[in-house]
């Protein structure tokens, strides 16, 4: 199976989808910066949009039948909203520990614990 060769389905959207996913893993497990960690956040969360909106499609699949039955544009569009509150609060959270201690780096926040 050459994916290069084919013309463009869903497994080329899975593939690309997995590729974002495992770059903001990578991006939250080593950026020590708060907001590198949001940026990989927000990439895992594309990726996963970017799966269900290929698994949802009619287009790209060869029968015209959505094989999974749910509607990925809702759920994507569910996580879009998710994401954009999340990271509201993340950055308000950033900003009120970058007024208090004058930098961003999370390995100074184990200082918060109780």
Same mark, same amino acid.
């Given at each position: 199976?050459?994916?290069?060769?084919?013309?463009?389905?869903?497994?080329?959207?899975? !593939?690309?989808?997995?590729?974002? +996913?495992?770059?903001?893993? =990578?991006?939250? #497990?080593? *950026?020590?910066? #708060?907001?590198?960690?949001?940026?990989?956040?927000?990439?895992?969360?594309?990726?996963?949009?970017?799966? +269900?909106?290929?698994?949802?499609?009619?287009?790209?699949?060869?029968?015209?039948?959505?094989?999974?039955?749910? @509607?990925?544009?809702?759920?994507?569009?569910?996580?879009? !909203?998710?994401?954009?509150?999340?990271?509201?609060? #993340?950055?308000?959270?950033?900003?009120?520990?970058?007024?208090?201690?004058?930098? !961003?780096? =999370?390995?100074?926040? @184990?200082?918060? *614990?109780?």
């Amino acid at each position: 199976m050459n994916l290069l060769a084919e013309p463009i389905g869903v497994s080329h959207y899975l !593939v690309v989808g997995a590729v974002l +996913f495992v770059c903001g893993a =990578v991006c939250m #497990a080593t *950026k020590r910066n #708060a907001l590198g960690v949001l940026m990989g956040i927000e990439l895992v969360l594309n990726g996963a949009n970017l799966n +269900f909106i290929a698994f949802g499609s009619r287009v790209l699949h060869a029968d015209g039948q959505a094989s999974i039955g749910l @509607d990925g544009q809702l759920i994507a569009l569910f996580v879009i !909203v998710l994401a954009a509150a999340e990271a509201a609060v #993340a950055l308000a959270i950033t900003l009120n520990f970058y007024n208090n201690h004058s930098t !961003v780096d =999370v390995d100074r926040a @184990d200082e918060l *614990k109780g």
